[in-house]
């Protein structure tokens, strides 16, 4: 009975030092925990502070534009929407191992989790009512929608602590846009430019109260044609009606380029005596621009850049 007494302390005593040992090593860890704290910041969002890491690596952009935004800042998104099947030239090799999710009213929750996302940032406008969702699969950050894309780009580098990135971005574009406007004033000077998306049958016209029309005119410098309604941001028009609006210059550009009606109405189009009577038709000075490629003008940093090469080119004797 004694040494079955003496046997039950000894293990008692051994169970007591075991659960020491354990609670020490959950202090540790707890302090451990504790550490990894700093590897955490809280940033602003329209849903109030959110805590997302502090180095987030694989980031998901929920926006046709929050990509090109991201990969300015030097950050390529691991998934995002694409409303082309292709990505821009100038994307193609940096988004080469990037998801495609494609684009819907709904994000796609699966292609989502599956990317494996650190951090999700997406505008409120539209992503707002799957926050729960989303915020389920990664701290996701709430952005409000802006009037400017430069401002989306500050919002974007403030969540990401990129803001030298950011300002460093539109200062080079700005630089760049007011280079390209010298030249072309010098190429162009006071001759008119129209810009016209091919609709399936109809035309689309673009001023300047709309960022693609705006880049164009107002940025770039070109001329509009005098008898565009100057508070209009676009003119939907006929072949019938093209000859009213008979500039020195035209930009052209498929609204989609695999579509057989636009295809159509573009052949049509070039096989009108309307569209050979054209001024800038017979000048040689009508230029084909890939419509993937300026889907985001006016509203990307990049998409702007590419265009200034892009018009710059065309307008430097590469005509169509």
Same mark, same amino acid.
């Given at each position: 009975m004694r040494q079955l007494r003496t046997g039950i302390a000894f293990c008692t005593a051994a169970l007591l030092v075991m659960v /020491?040992?354990?609670?020490? !090593?959950?202090?540790? #860890?707890?302090?451990?925990?504790?550490?990894?704290?700093? $590897?955490?910041? @809280?940033?602003?969002?329209? !849903?109030?502070?959110?805590?997302?890491?502090?180095?987030?690596?694989?980031?998901?952009?929920?926006?046709?534009?929050? %990509?090109?935004?991201? #990969?300015?800042?030097?950050?390529?998104?691991?998934?995002v929407q694409n409303y082309q099947e292709e990505f821009p030239t100038y994307l193609q090799e940096p988004f080469k191992d990037t998801l495609k999710m494609g684009i819907a009213k709904t994000p796609n929750?699966? /292609?989502?989790?599956?990317s494996n996302p650190d951090i999700i940032l997406a505008p409120a406008w539209w992503a707002g009512k799957d926050y729960d969702q989303l915020s389920g699969i990664a701290p996701t950050v709430l952005l409000p929608e802006r009037q400017d894309w430069r401002d989306e780009l500050k919002d974007i580098a403030e969540v990401l602590d990129k803001k030298e990135a950011a300002e460093k971005v539109i200062q080079e574009l700005e630089a760049q846009e007011a280079e390209a406007k010298l030249k072309l004033d010098a190429l162009v000077g006071n001759e008119t430019v129209m810009y016209m998306m091919v609709m399936p049958g109809s035309f689309v016209l673009y001023g300047d109260q709309i960022d693609r029309g705006k880049f164009i005119h107002t940025t770039l410098g070109l001329e509009m044609i005098p008898n565009f309604p100057a508070k209009d941001p676009s003119l939907s028009i006929s072949l019938e009606k093209l000859p009213e609006y008979n500039p020195d210059h035209l930009i052209l550009q498929l609204n989609n380029e695999d579509s057989p009606e636009v295809k159509q109405t573009y052949e049509d189009m070039l096989n009108s005596?309307?569209?050979? !009577? /054209?001024?800038?038709?017979?000048?040689? #000075?009508?230029?084909?621009?890939?419509?993937? $490629?300026?889907?985001? @003008?006016?509203?990307? %940093?990049?998409?702007?850049?590419?265009?200034? $090469?892009?018009?710059?080119?065309?307008?430097?004797?590469?005509?169509?």
């Amino acid at each position: 009975m004694r040494q079955l007494r003496t046997g039950i302390a000894f293990c008692t005593a051994a169970l007591l030092v075991m659960v /020491m040992a354990a609670c020490s !090593n959950n202090a540790g #860890q707890a302090k451990v925990e504790a550490s990894t704290e700093t $590897d955490f910041r @809280l940033v602003n969002s329209e !849903n109030g502070e959110i805590k997302i890491p502090a180095h987030p690596a694989r980031v998901v952009g929920l926006s046709v534009v929050y %990509p090109e935004f991201l #990969q300015a800042l030097g950050i390529t998104p691991v998934a995002v929407q694409n409303y082309q099947e292709e990505f821009p030239t100038y994307l193609q090799e940096p988004f080469k191992d990037t998801l495609k999710m494609g684009i819907a009213k709904t994000p796609n929750f699966e /292609m989502i989790l599956s990317s494996n996302p650190d951090i999700i940032l997406a505008p409120a406008w539209w992503a707002g009512k799957d926050y729960d969702q989303l915020s389920g699969i990664a701290p996701t950050v709430l952005l409000p929608e802006r009037q400017d894309w430069r401002d989306e780009l500050k919002d974007i580098a403030e969540v990401l602590d990129k803001k030298e990135a950011a300002e460093k971005v539109i200062q080079e574009l700005e630089a760049q846009e007011a280079e390209a406007k010298l030249k072309l004033d010098a190429l162009v000077g006071n001759e008119t430019v129209m810009y016209m998306m091919v609709m399936p049958g109809s035309f689309v016209l673009y001023g300047d109260q709309i960022d693609r029309g705006k880049f164009i005119h107002t940025t770039l410098g070109l001329e509009m044609i005098p008898n565009f309604p100057a508070k209009d941001p676009s003119l939907s028009i006929s072949l019938e009606k093209l000859p009213e609006y008979n500039p020195d210059h035209l930009i052209l550009q498929l609204n989609n380029e695999d579509s057989p009606e636009v295809k159509q109405t573009y052949e049509d189009m070039l096989n009108s005596p309307l569209w050979k !009577n /054209m001024k800038a038709v017979k000048n040689n #000075q009508v230029y084909m621009m890939a419509g993937k $490629d300026w889907f985001n @003008l006016g509203m990307s %940093p990049l998409a702007n850049r590419y265009a200034i $090469d892009a018009v710059l080119g065309a307008f430097g004797g590469n005509s169509k």
